[in-house]
Each structure stands twice: as C-alpha cells, then as structure tokens.
C-alpha cells in the first residue's frame, strides 16, 4: 500500500526566513510525486510533478526535489502569500491514476 | 492545464436527504476522479469515473452511498445520499492530463446538520 507522510505538520516563518518542507514516501514503482499548495476553501492547485530520483524543479521562489524515499519542498525568502498548505502526492501502481496524499504542511509566513 | 468547474461549491443538508455535485471539464479527459477531504486528513480518492462504464470504487465506498454519473468526456456527478454528519466534507473533483500530471476543481464544502 502506498504511503505518504509529511513534516511538520505546520510551520510559521518569519518573511525572508527559509525552509524546508518534507514528504517522506513508500510506493510500489512510483509514477510521479506531486506538489500542490492548497488556500482555505479552494482546491488543490498543482505545483510540481518530479518523476525520477535526482530530479528539481523551481517555480518562483519554490524548489522541489526528489530522492527515492522522500521529497523536498525548498521555500526561499518567503513573502506572506506563501502562506497556504502544501501538499505531496504520489502515483504508483503501473496502469493506475490514482494519487495517495499526505496531510500536508500548513505554512504560515508572518510579515 | 484543465479548467475545472464544480457546482455547488458549498451547501449545507438535512441528515437523511441527497445532494448531487456536479463537475465540468473545459476539455475532454478520459479518466475523472472524485475525492473526499475530511477535516484535518488528506485526500481518499472515491472513485475513478470512466466514461461509458461503470465507475470503479475505492475500498470503503460503495456505490449505493456515491453514486457516480459519467454521460460524456467533460462532465461528471457524484450524489452523497442519505446523508449523515460524518459525511461532512470538501469534495472534489479531479482530472488528469498527459500521463500523470492531475488537476482540481475548486471543491464543494458540504456540511450535513
């Protein structure tokens, strides 16, 4: 059975203050892993799909890695709309679509 | 990416009674999903909905309780029936596209009193 596990559970920054955010994983020939940052009352926007071990990539101040049992969500420098909680998903099964998330990170960014 | 539009995007329901939540794609998919995000927990996938066949449940759901239309490649329901308190939840609807790469509706936040 795939598994994901996040850490924290939530994080308070000071604005400019970075971090890391991590996403532990067990999966049976992983797909994809997925970063999505989630607001209060929408759905999950996608962020990042990281497919192979070794694998980054960057959206504006957001970096994401990849190692065969966890991933990295690398926040630098950051600004108070930052704040949202973020959440990791992994594709496994050859065939199948269906995502396993984690609980997610609430990250809170104080001006 | 997928636009994706959900219909109602919140309610609040007598115990007992059923509500059906709609889901628009602004382009053809193949595969649509239906997710449950209870308080506190992460996404559980419901069910897979696939276009011109029954639509396949993840252990725990049954098709009686989450019934699942798929009439065309843009759009699907799900009705959350005879409802009770615990199925107090965010809803959400979700396509993929290429291989992997999945996208969200905005939800529907359903409260049960």
């Known amino acids: 059975e795939d598994q994901v596990t996040q850490s924290p559970e939530a994080l308070r920054l000071q604005e400019g203050e970075s971090s890391s955010l991590n996403c532990s994983y067990t999966v049976s020939g992983l797909r994809g892993l997925f970063w999505y940052r989630q607001d209060p009352g929408k759905g999950p926007e996608f962020l990042f799909t990281l497919y192979s071990a070794g694998e980054e990539k960057e959206k504006e101040r957001l970096k994401a890695t990849l190692t065969k049992k966890e991933s990295f969500l690398h926040i630098t420098a950051p600004k108070p709309e930052d704040s949202a909680t973020y959440l990791c998903?992994?594709?496994?099964?050859?065939?199948?679509?269906?995502?396993?998330f984690g609980k997610g990170t609430k990250l809170s960014v104080i001006p | 990416s997928a636009v994706i539009s959900q219909k109602p995007s919140r309610d609040i329901c007598q115990r007992g009674t059923s509500l059906t939540i709609q889901c628009q794609v602004d382009s053809q998919v193949t595969m649509m999903f239906w997710y449950r995000q209870q308080p506190g927990q992460s996404l559980t996938l419901i069910a897979t909905?696939?276009?011109?066949?029954?639509?396949?449940?993840e252990s725990g759901f049954v098709i009686d309780k989450f019934p699942i239309s798929r009439p065309n490649l843009t759009f699907s329901t799900l009705t959350v029936s005879n409802m009770s308190p615990e199925d107090s939840s965010i809803y959400l609807c979700?396509?993929?596209?290429?291989?992997?790469?999945?996208?969200f509706g905005q939800g529907t936040r359903l409260t049960v009193v």
């Open positions: 909905a696939n276009q011109g066949s029954e639509a396949t449940y």
């Open positions: 998903a992994v594709q496994g099964r050859a065939g199948s679509y269906q995502l396993t």
């Open positions: 979700s396509v993929t596209q290429g291989n992997t790469e999945a996208f």
